[in-house]
C-alpha cells in the first residue's frame, strides 16, 4: 500500500543544533517533521553555547576526522551564510590555530584546502611573538548556536513541541510511540529520529541490539564584557593593531578566545573556554573551572593572558557549562540503527566538541539518506559516521 503523506512523517527527539538540523533537511525535502524537547524552550542543551567556533580539523595524513569536519564546517557555512544574519549571529573572520607544541600540522597537499600556514601579519595580529607555530583557517569563524538552532526550527513543515520529556520509545506495529513518565502517548509515527545527545542513552538502552557508546563529557566557558576590559589591557600592546586591542579573530589550539561578538542585550563579549570534564552528567558552572580557563588562555594567548589577569574575578567572570555528547572515535553515530530489528528508528548524536561543525553536515545525511537521495559524502566517509557500525551482531 502507497502511503505518501504519512511516508513523509517523522518524529525528531531533542531539540538542539542535532535535531533542528535534521527537521531542518527533512523539511527542505517535503517532510512534516514534529520535533519533541522536554525544555521550555531553546538553548537547554549543549547548544545553548552562547558562543563556538566552527573550524576545521587538519592533520598530516587529511584523515577521515579531517575529511568530515571540513565538509561538515563548508555545509554548517552554507546554512549559515543562508539563515542567519552576519555580524550578529555569525561571521565568517577566519581561525588562528596556534600549534603548541607542534600538535597540529597540515597535510602535505593541502591546495584544496582553506587551510595554509599562518602568515607573520596574522600571528602579529592575535598578539604572538613573531615565529610561533600557527594555521591560518579562511573558511572559519564564530557561531551562535541558538540561533542556528532557532532558525533551522522555523522552517516550514517543522512543528516544535516544547516541554514534551520522553521518557520511553516503543514499536508498535509499523508505529514508534513515544511515552511520557506517566506512560502517556507523546507521539506516533514510523519514523523517529533521536537527537537528544547524551539522553539518547537512556531512551536507546533498553531496545534489543542498541549498543552506541554515547558519554557525557562537562565543559565551562568562562566570559566577560569587552567594555570592562578597558582598564586592564591598557598594558598591552598588540604589535599590529592598536595597544590594546584584541585579536581581531579567534584563536584556537589550547582551548580557544573568541572576542567582539555580540551578547543577547547587545554589547560586545569575550569567551575562553573550555574545560573538558569526563563521567559527570550534571553542568553546573564552577569557581575551579574559571581558573582553568584563565590558565588555558594564559597557554594560548600568553600577553593577552597575562594583560586579561584581573579578568578572572568573581565580581567580573560570567560562566556557562554544558554536556557534550561524545563517541570513542570523536565522530557522531548518524543513520538507522538497525535498519532490521529497529526499521524507522534514527540516531544523529554523539557531536562531541564538534557539534557547530559537524550537526548540519549529519541533518543532511540523515534527511538524504531517509529520503532515498545521494548522500553529501563519499561512502567511505559515511562508513565512519553510520550508527550501524554499533549493530550488535
Ligand atoms: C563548553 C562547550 C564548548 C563547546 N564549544 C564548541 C565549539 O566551539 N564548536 C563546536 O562545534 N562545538 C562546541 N561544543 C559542542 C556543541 O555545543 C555540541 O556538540 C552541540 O551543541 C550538540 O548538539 P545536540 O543537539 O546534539 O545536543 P543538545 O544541544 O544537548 O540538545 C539535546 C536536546 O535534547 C533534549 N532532550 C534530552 N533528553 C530529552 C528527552 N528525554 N525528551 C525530550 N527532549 C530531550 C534537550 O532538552 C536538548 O534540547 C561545545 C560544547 C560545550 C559544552
Known sequence: MNRPAEARQALVIG???????????????????????????????????????????????????????????EATLQRVQTLLKAGTDWAMTGVLEHS????????????????????????????????????????????????????????????????????AIEREGELWTVTDAQGQTLAQSRFLVVASAFDSLALLRPLPGFAVPLNPLRGQISYGLMSDLKADLGAYSNPVHAPSALPPFPVNGHGSFISGVPTPKGLLGWYIGSTFERNCEQAPVRTEDHAANQERLATLLPNLGQAMAGQFGPDRVMGWAGLRCTLPNRLPAVGPIDPLRLPGLWISAGMGARGISLAVLCGELTATWMSHEPLPLPPGLVKHLAAERYAMG
Do not use: M
Open 15 to 73: 531539540a538542539g543544533l542535532s535535531g533542528s538540523a535534521v527537521a531542518y533537511s527533512l523539511a527542505q525535502r517535503g517532510w512534516s517533521v514534529t520535533v519533541l524537547d522536554r525544555a521550555s524552550g531553546l538553548g537547554a542543551g549543549a547548544s545553548g553555547l552562547p558562543v563556538g567556533l566552527a573550524a576545521p580539523h587538519v592533520s598530516p595524513d587529511d584523515n577521515v576526522l579531517s575529511r568530515i569536519t571540513r565538509a561538515g564546517v
Open 100 to 167: 603548541l607544541a607542534g600538535k597540529r600540522r597540515l597535510p602535505t597537499n593541502a591546495s584544496d584546502h582553506h587551510s595554509s600556514p599562518a602568515s607573520a601579519a596574522q600571528i602579529a595580529a592575535a598578539g604572538l611573538s613573531p615565529g610561533t607555530p600557527a594555521i591560518w583557517h579562511a573558511h572559519a569563524g564564530w557561531i551562535r548556536p541558538r540561533r542556528l538552532v532557532a532558525a533551522q526550527l522555523e522552517t516550514t513543515g517543522v512543528h516544535v513541541r516544547w516541554g514534551q520529556d520522553v521518557h
